[in-house]
């Protein structure tokens, strides 16, 4: 098995996401809808909590998996406080099978 260069992020969520989210849902949804669609996102999703975002990302390095979380409405407008990139090895189907 081959683990690709993947990330594991956490974007906390402001204590008032819920209200606050609501004129960058669309844009953020967007947002997301776009990295699922070129592939640079596996998954993506809140906590059902909404403390955070969890995001599995395909990304060159960590700086550059939080540059894409930094371009999303929900950072930009401070619907999220704070973000937490880490390496993740993703067993994904592309990578099973291979060595």
Known sequence: MRFEPTFLVTATF???AAERRTPYRAAHLDHVASLLADGTA???G???????SVLVLR??????????VERD????????????VV???AATPQSLGRS
């Open 87 to 89: 390496e993740y090895l």
């Open 73 to 84: 409405p929900y950072w930009q407008h401070r619907v999220w406080t704070a973000i937490d």
């Open 46 to 52: 809140a906590r059902a909590d909404l403390a955070a």
């Open 59 to 68: 990304a060159v390095d960590a700086a550059d998996a939080r540059a894409r």
């Open 14 to 16: 402001a204590a008032d």
């Open 42 to 44: 596996l998954v993506v």
